[in-house]
């Protein structure tokens, strides 16, 4: 149910609850086309500034109930600590003034940028990037960061090359064996950092493999049952920063967070059709019923008619959420979840696999399994079976129907080991990885 969650998370100014009974928008913004360097960072800096002070003058004007913005790095500002720390603080500051005179509750999540993917094979464990990284968390929570949030990749540098080819064996090695192990790393650091600086360890996204699979299906490159088998996968991979240390709230384009709020309560943040700035999609109604914050994706500073991007999304978040807050405030909040499903979950398998009947299955999968190549393989199953079912209701075209019954083929030779997977497949992926970067 969006605004619901069992766990809440309390954050930021005015103690903000998320997951409490209400949704709040999360606005990302980010910078348009520009070189980022040491002649143009104060200018970059004024941008900044200046999205955010518009950004906060609607959301004062419309009387939002409360706020998150989602300071979300270009690389260079992970690259440069001091400089994504300058943002960071300034970016706050605003806010406490915006806080000091409306009274309404906000938050700034920080989401650091993984920077160690700027070369291929990565060094995850031991590069020069991952200490850069470490110091832009710290950096940034001292300079009031609410909550720390990243895009990790690892395992990308396997699957990127097997989803274009349609492999789901490498996809499940690159990240629910691979990408798992990286994260469980990656989130013992951050949630340490969390804890050290008093603030919250959010979560992440297996953007990079769930939404890379739902672009490249919309584009036609991949089959679309094939991308919606991946996006029920990508949950063990994801479900890994909540087992080492995270609290929530999720990353807006973790659309795989349904599964993990059903599993673990945890508060989630989603996006939609208002992110359709950022990317198109065909699950732009259905995610809007589980969130508890609703956000745009990522839109670019630039004038539109009404004003510049940002401060438009604002608007239009928090009109959304304004209905979803009534349809609780109402105690009508299940007929408008159920309208909100009912009119995406049919109308492609992506959509599917985020209606309830699916999610709570493939939520059940992740509790009942043990370690994420397990969880993984039993919500791809899953997964597929499901579609399987609703087939003919999915009106699923006879290239899909090939695709699935390849898909369950493939699902159905895999190991129930770990190991044993391990062993089958890595001879065709060593040289795409470091093995030592992942421990093994």
């Known amino acids: 149910m969006f605004g619901k969650c069992t766990k809440p998370v309390t954050c930021g100014l005015g103690g903000l609850k998320l997951g409490n009974g209400a949704v709040f928008p999360e606005v990302n913004y980010t910078l348009p086309a520009v070189t980022i360097g040491p002649d143009t960072i104060e200018w970059v800096c004024a941008q900044y500034r200046r999205m955010v002070g518009a950004i906060l003058g609607r959301a004062a004007d419309l009387k939002v109930p409360g706020l998150v913005l989602e300071f979300e790095h270009p690389f260079e500002l992970t690259m440069r600590p001091e400089w994504g720390a300058k943002v960071t603080a300034e970016t706050k500051e605003l806010m406490r003034e915006f806080h000091g ?3 309404i509750p906000c938050a700034l999540r920080v989401t650091i940028a993984d920077i160690r993917d700027k070369t291929r094979p990565p060094r995850m464990r031991t590069g020069e990037e991952l200490v850069r990284m470490k110091e832009a968390f710290h950096a940034c929570a001292k300079a009031g960061g609410d909550i720390l949030s990243i895009e990790s ?45 008093g603030t919250v360890s959010g979560g992440d996204s297996a953007c990079g493999f769930g939404n890379t699979a739902m672009r490249l299906a919309d584009m036609n490159y991949i089959s679309r049952v094939f991308a919606a088998v991946v996006r029920a996968m990508s949950a063990a991979r994801s479900l890994v920063a ?15 967070g349904v599964y993990l709020k059903a599993l673990r309560g945890i508060p989630i943040a989603l996006e939609g059709k208002s992110a359709a700035c950022a990317h198109f999609s065909h699950i732009g109604n259905i995610s809007q019923a589980y969130g508890d914050l609703w956000s745009n994706e990522s839109v670019q500073d630039v004038k539109l008619l009404a004003g510049y991007a940002p401060e438009v999304f604002a608007e239009v978040l928090i009109y959304d959420c304004r209905l979803m807050n009534e349809a609780l ?14 009119s995406d979950a049919l109308g492609d398998p992506q959509a599917y696999v985020l209606s309830p009947e699916v999610i709570t299955a493939v939520a059940a999968d992740l509790g009942r399994e043990k370690g994420p190549y397990r969880q993984g393989l039993a919500a791809a199953r899953t997964a597929a079976a499901m579609i399987a079912a609703a087939a003919d209701r999915l009106a699923l075209s006879p290239r899909e129907m090939e695709w699935l019954d390849r898909i369950r083929k493939q699902l159905d030779g895999l190991p129930g080991s770990e190991e044993e997977f391990i062993a089958a497949v890595l001879p065709g992926h060593e040289a795409q990885f470091l093995k030592t970067e992942y421990g093994l």
Do not use: N
């Not at 909540?242 to 795989?256: F, R």
């Not at 109402?330 to 309208?339: A, K, M, Q, V």
């Open 329 to 342: 405030r109402r105690g009508e909040e299940e007929r408008l979840r159920d309208w909100l499903v009912a």
């Open 242 to 256: 909540y087992d080492h240390g995270a609290v929530g709230p999720s990353k807006d384009c973790a659309y795989e």
């Open 101 to 103: 005179r409306s009274g």
């Open 153 to 197: 990749t690892g395992g990308k540098e396997v699957s990127d090359e097997a989803l274009m080819g349609g492999d789901l064996r490498g996809v499940l090695f690159g990240m629910c064996v691979l990408g798992s192990r990286d994260m469980a790393f990656l989130w013992d650091a951050i949630s340490g950092i969390a804890l050290e600086t």
